[in-house]
């Protein structure tokens, strides 16, 4: 199965919610790594640690480098990469999926902000620009719809390991495991 | 097609982005009304109205109503309540997307954040307790997929009514038609 990992562009710190938000959906719908590019911030840092402590990993993150780098290496290592946008190729119209999926490769999917350098978007950095419907939403639930078609809705049954919490599904109420 | 209405519970002003983004993907992913409950906020009533306005219809939304009152209300006309909480019973793993199905009826979709009151629940309230994965993510990535797989995938592919922007799926670049 092809590793996936997201890369955060563009996060500001009045975005610490949903930016948050972008790394437990990463990590809930099976990517294996989430770098936030440029910025360091602790807040998020601390969550994602509480958060793989808790419920389980493995799930890696880095903070603080430089997209650029991120996409150079990515490549060098041949990855490719799907930049999430409203103005790509729509998910359900489209067979974008099928041909991301057709080249087997590991895939780092960049999930950007409004304002997104143009860059993004040419095939020096873009493998593929991938609109989760072409109506505007939310990063969070475009990295999330497209983790859940890509791993075609396994991701959902994922077990983590070295939890030490862990919720029973249930029809009613709240069945919670510790250990 | 049954109807869709989504019902935002437990709004703070410091959740601005996160209710909003909730709102867009309700309005993204086939829903027709939105509803927050219990609380008023101008920034978000005028950036759905600016959604609205700018990429079409039709979409509701009513701000600042009893949760209570909005549950009695769906009931008596018939329909049936989900509620999304990371308890549930597991959209991928059980059947219970078959079952919403079957009823057939018009769906209120409650969206909470951590601490819900334990009427949500219960039968009294919620006829399905779903969860998006039993994992810790996001109420925007929850409602997001469960729609997603709601109408199948088609909700992406929604045309709205009375545009003024609307993007033209494309590879490279961004292709904007505005009237």
């Known amino acids: 199965m092809p590793k996936i990992a997201v890369l955060r562009w563009g996060h500001r710190f009045r975005d610490e919610r949903v930016t948050t938000h972008v790394a437990l959906v990463a990590r809930a719908f099976g990517a294996s790594e989430f770098i936030v590019a440029d910025v360091e911030d602790e807040g998020i840092r601390a969550t994602i640690e509480k958060v793989v402590k808790q419920w389980g990993g ?31 190729e729509n998910l359900q119209t489209s067979d974008v999926l099928r041909r991301i999926k057709q080249t087997g490769n590991d ?10 350098p143009g860059e993004f978007f040419s095939e020096k950095v873009s493998d593929f620009n991938v609109a989760v419907g072409n109506q505007p939403h939310s990063e969070v639930s475009s990295l999330a719809v497209f ?7 396994k991701a959902l049954e994922k077990e983590f390991e070295g939890w030490r919490i862990k919720v029973e599904p249930s029809s009613r109420g709240k069945h919670v495991l510790k250990q």
């Not at 895939?107 to 997104?116: E, P």
């Open 58 to 88: 493995p799930f890696d993150f880095r903070m603080n480098i430089s997209w650029k780098q991120v996409v150079r290496e990515w490549k060098k290592k041949g990855g490719i990469v799907v930049h999430l946008t409203v103005y790509g």
């Open 107 to 116: 895939v780092l999917v960049i999930v950007g902000s409004q304002k997104v």
């Open 147 to 153: 983790l859940d078609r890509f791993f075609d809705g």
